[in-house]
């Protein structure tokens, strides 16, 4: 019965063991099961304090209308619909309570991640929503159970990446909801909706935010004047813990500015074309007129509790 | 251990020939030895070019070289409404081959109904352009314009972005492309693929050439071919007075020019004197790309090849016949144009008698090539 019973356990952790196998670090892969939580930096995407989901209104996102302070965002109080919301990320750090700075190792997983760049995808192609019905919210990534000090990550796809062939690139760079076909390069963030209110039925907000006044003066060799790629620096009062809280990105915070009761606003990062950009660039810490750091700090993104 | 497989497969094969001891099976045999080692030997049946006189060869991508199988699947996607995502239109509903593959209006529509801010292009001899499109300095071949139409949502024009999935599958159910895309494609294992669409779309079109019109006649030696009328206007077109020949030169009546002889690329883009109110947002041309100012209102100029047949002119389809564009000319530029500090340096007033545009009008009329616009092989296969 004894022996039974060893045999059992023996054959149970070799089953164990054997589901392990394959996974880069099998003791990471236990530990990770040990905390019930996966490894990797978890994104969620909100409108105000609504979610941001595909297929019904959203609401709750506007500011009371006592308010003696006129806030124009997202679309006010009025109900709106998502369309699209994409972005890709890459570059990840985390600077612990000593200041080391620890660059994530955000591994090739043939679907959400390659070559450090991840795509976070919050619609599902349901209801309003144009995109695919595959979702990410997770940047896979080996991470420690700890609190840091930093989170840095850049909103958007290395230049080393941008112009590559994108029907032939691996995914998720192979997506052509995010390719930017006029400019050889990627859209590093797709965000829209429309309002389902009454009277603006359908007034649009789309903004696409990619490197621009791309020119090739060598074959091959691609040069942007506008990078447009944001730095995105978290650094909470109390620190970031990747196992007890996440990133959240704010469609509201994200298109303050901008209010489409009167009509239609857009964005495509294409320069002074783009008269609309100027006003939700900053919301991203962006200076449109230059594509790099500006001087206001980035607003959309920010930590929370899981 | 894949060297191991590939000697088994390849002993394997060899085995096969020798033993059915049939010279055709054994050719396919070889055939499939050398797929294994990596060399593609064949593509499929090379195509033949039939150039007119005065056209050199076109420079083809290394990695698309050209065949009857792709040039006959990318007819039938050329012309297929599946490519849509509503199945309304196709390639061909704005490049019809009776307007030299343009639409014939001054701003072309997509496929939801979305305007499009530019007048579509000809395709006439699209083989040899440096550039695609009207402005765009990045689009060099004709794989990667295709993409724009098809994915592109600013303008919606076929509507397929993230309808990649589906746009496949309406293909790969279709038995007629299964074979089509495998004789396309005969090394790849997987042939359905948007890169092999896009592909097989510029094999097609680089079959577009036309090379025989009255001028074409005229300069092979029949003098009978142009009129008196048209002949006067081509001398005023490669004259000083004219000068229409600086951008508009060479056999295929544009400046820039791609083809197996090219040495050094010369990419031109010039401001041709519009009124300012025609490079509002989005129809900035070059600046677009470079953000500089000095770079507004410059497009490509187009061939003029088939010219007659592609009203109404510019990048935006707002001059409606051939006489206005003389005018235009003539004239230095028109509206704010003329004192525009962008504009070329050949776009300046110069005069003409009213029997001289129409001279040139008959000359530039003399570009139409009727066998082009008729001939079946371009024709919509559905």
């Known amino acids: 019965m004894k022996l039974?019973?060893?045999?059992?356990?023996?054959l149970l952790l070799s089953v164990f063991i054997f589901r392990c196998d394959g996974s880069s670090n099998p003791n990471l892969a236990l530990f990770a099961l040990e905390t019930k939580s996966p490894p990797g930096i978890e994104f969620s995407a909100v409108v105000g304090d609504s979610h941001a989901t595909c297929g019904e209104d959203i609401s709750g996102h506007g500011d009371s209308h006592s308010s003696s302070v006129t806030i124009q965002h997202v679309a006010g109080v009025m109900p709106i619909g998502l369309k699209d919301l994409r972005f890709y990320v890459s570059?990840?750090?985390?600077?612990?309570?000593?200041?080391?700075?620890i660059t994530l190792d955000v591994p090739n997983t043939g679907v959400w991640q390659y070559s450090g760049v991840a795509l976070l995808d919050f619609e599902n192609g349901k209801g309003s929503c144009s995109g695919t019905t595959e979702t990410n919210n997770l940047v896979q990534a080996t991470v420690e159970?700890?609190?840091?000090?930093?989170?840095?990550?850049?909103?958007?796809?290395?230049?080393?990446?941008?112009?590559?062939?994108?029907?032939?690139?691996?995914s998720p760079l192979n997506i052509s909801g995010l390719a930017w076909g006029w400019t050889m390069g990627y859209r590093f963030f797709v965000g829209e909706f429309l309002s389902n209110d009454p009277v603006a039925v359908g007034n649009a907000a789309v903004l696409h935010i990619g490197s621009a006044g791309c020119t090739e003066p060598t074959p091959g060799n691609y040069s942007c004047t506008n990078s447009n790629r944001t730095v995105i620096e978290l650094t909470p009062v109390d620190g970031f813990n990747p196992f007890?809280?996440?990133?959240?990105?704010?469609?509201?915070?994200?298109?303050?500015?901008?209010?489409?009761?009167?009509?239609?606003?857009?964005?495509?990062?294409?320069?002074?074309?783009d008269s609309n950009c100027s006003a939700v660039y900053p919301n991203f810490g962006l200076d449109y007129s230059t594509g790099n750091a500006g001087s206001t700090a980035q607003t959309v993104f920010g930590i929370v509790s899981k | 251990m894949n060297k191991t497989i590939i000697f088994l497969l390849i002993s394997f094969l060899l085995f096969q020939c020798t033993q059915l001891?049939?010279?055709?099976?054994?050719?396919?045999?070889?055939?499939?030895?050398?797929?294994?080692?990596?060399?593609?030997?064949?593509?499929g049946t090379p195509y033949t070019w039939d150039l007119p006189a005065g056209f050199p060869m076109p420079k083809v991508p290394s990695d698309n070289p050209i065949t009857l199988e792709k040039v006959e699947l990318g007819r039938f996607l050329f012309y297929?409404?599946?490519?849509?995502?509503?199945?309304?239109?196709?390639?061909?509903?704005?490049?019809?081959?009776?307007?030299?593959?343009?639409?014939?209006?001054?701003?072309?529509?997509?496929s939801t109904g979305q305007s499009h801010p530019r007048n579509a292009q000809h395709l006439s001899n699209v083989a040899y352009n440096l550039r695609q499109t009207w402005a765009n300095p990045l689009l060099k071949k004709l794989e990667d314009q295709a993409r724009v139409p098809m994915f592109g949502d600013n303008p919606v024009e076929l509507g397929m972005k993230d309808r990649e999935d589906l746009l496949l599958e309406r293909l790969e159910n279709d038995p007629d492309y299964v074979s089509k895309f495998k004789a396309a494609f005969p090394s790849d294992s997987s042939p359905f693929s948007i890169l092999n669409i896009t592909k097989a779309l510029s094999s097609f079109q680089r079959t577009f050439i036309s090379g025989n019109s009255a001028y074409d006649r005229y300069q092979a030696g029949d003098l009978s071919a142009l009129s008196a009328s048209a002949i006067r206007g081509k001398n005023l077109f490669f004259g000083e007075r004219g000068e229409c020949f600086h951008c508009h030169g060479g056999f295929n009546f544009t400046d820039t020019i791609l083809h197996v002889g090219t040495v050094f690329e010369e990419v031109t883009f010039h401001n041709n004197g519009l009124d300012s109110s025609r490079f509002i947002s989005p129809n900035g041309g070059l600046y677009e790309f470079t953000f500089q100012e000095s770079d507004r209102g410059k497009f490509r100029a187009p061939s003029l090849r088939?010219?007659?047949?592609?009203?109404?002119?510019?990048?935006?389809?707002?001059?409606?016949?051939?006489?206005?564009?003389?005018?235009?000319?003539?004239n230095g530029g028109s509206g704010d144009g003329t004192t525009n500090p962008n504009r070329d340096v050949f776009v300046r007033n110069f005069s003409l008698s009213e029997s001289e545009k129409q001279d040139l009008v008959e000359f530039l009329k003399s570009l139409t090539d009727t066998e082009f616009t008729t001939n079946p092989k371009f024709e919509d296969p559905f």
């Open chain 1, 91 to 101: 570059g990840f750090e985390l600077v612990d309570q000593d200041d080391n700075i």
């Open chain 1, 4 to 10: 039974l019973y060893i045999n059992v356990v023996l």
């Open chain 2, 80 to 110: 297929d409404t599946r490519l849509s995502e509503n199945e309304t239109q196709s390639c061909g509903s704005c490049h019809k081959q009776e307007n030299a593959f343009t639409d014939g209006l001054a701003v072309s529509v997509g």
């Open chain 2, 21 to 43: 001891g049939l010279e055709k099976e054994k050719s396919s045999g070889s055939e499939g030895i050398l797929l294994l080692l990596g060399t593609s030997p064949s593509e």
């Open chain 2, 306 to 330: 088939n010219v007659e047949l592609t009203a109404p002119y510019m990048h935006d389809g707002s001059i409606p016949d051939l006489l206005s564009v003389i005018n235009h000319y003539a």
């Open chain 1, 244 to 273: 007890t809280q996440k990133v959240q990105f704010d469609l509201k915070k994200a298109f303050t500015g901008w209010n489409i009761s009167t009509g239609s606003m857009s964005c495509h990062s294409m320069g002074a074309m």
């Open chain 1, 145 to 170: 159970n700890k609190t840091y000090k930093t989170l840095r990550f850049t909103l958007g796809i290395p230049e080393t990446l941008n112009h590559i062939d994108y029907s032939v690139a691996p």
